[in-house]
T-cell receptor, first 112, second 112 residues
Framework: EAQVTQNPRYLITVTGKKLTVTCSQN?????MSWYRQDPGLGLRQIYY???????DKGDVPEGYKVSRKEKRNFPLILESPSPNQTSLYFC???????????FGQGTRLTVV | RKEVEQDPGPFNVPEGATVAFNCTYS??????FFWYRQDCRKEPKLLMS???SGNEDGRFTAQLNRASQYISLLIRDSKLSDSATYLC?????????????FGAGTILRVKS
């Protein structure tokens, strides 16, 4: 089954404790991206990757890092989480950035 | 001003009603247009693409007006299962690829 898998689905953490949210897709898509969704603001792009070892900032990259060492994986790293990073996070992939975007099930992160 | 603007709603309609959502976008370089559906805090899923000539998929009709930078979605004979948030999405070409820009969404509640 074609899918994008995120883990964990839910996470409560404390300020400053490094965390990683994993994202994996099995569709051989080149293009992957991370979004955060906050009430009234919609989905905002954090980082995107056009292919292995090619990443770039989206609209709200501050406080986040990503890596793309393999085509299927695109982890999101919060080196020092802060409460303003409490949000619902989605990973998405698409074929070359032109096709339909497929989303993971989301990660609800709370930073206290 | 947001690049993609939608009326947040909620639109509360009875079953069987016809309801229309509107969306405006500000960047004239936008090339492709979509409606995504998002059920309560789940991942967005593609509902339909929007073409210049207008397109229909069952009870759903999408229209695009490039001159006015305006996109619409019409739902006929609303069902309870249509209750969701509808996201207006535009794609535009960047220097190094494509970018999806999401509206904040319009909430639809269909009641019996």
């Amino acid at each position: 089954e074609a899918q994008v898998t995120q883990n964990p689905r839910y996470l409560i953490t404390v300020t400053g404790k490094k965390l990683t949210v994993t994202c994996s897709q099995n569709m051989n898509h080149e293009y992957m991206s991370w979004y955060r969704q906050d009430p009234g603001l919609g989905l905002r792009q954090i980082y995107y990757s056009m292919n292995v070892e090619v990443t770039d900032k989206g609209d709200v990259p501050e406080g986040y890092k990503v890596s793309r060492k393999e085509k299927r994986n695109f982890p999101l790293i919060l080196e020092s989480p802060s409460p303003n990073q409490t949000s619902l996070y989605f990973c998405a992939s698409s074929l070359g950035g032109l096709g339909e975007a497929f989303f993971g099930q989301g990660t609800r992160l709370t930073v206290v | 001003r947001k690049e993609v603007e939608q009326d947040p709603g909620p639109f509360n309609v009875p079953e069987g009603a016809t309801v229309a959502f509107n969306c405006t976008y500000s960047n004239s370089a936008s090339q492709s247009f979509f409606w995504y559906r998002q059920d309560c805090r789940k991942e967005p899923k593609l509902l339909m693409s929007v073409y210049s000539s207008g397109n229909e998929d069952g009870r759903f009709t999408a229209q695009l007006n490039r001159a006015s930078q305006y996109i619409s979605l019409l739902i006929r004979d609303s069902k309870l299962s249509d209750s969701a948030t509808y996201l207006c999405v535009v794609r535009r070409t960047m220097e190094y690829g494509n970018k999806l820009v999401f509206g904040a969404g319009t909430i639809l509640r269909v009641k019996s």
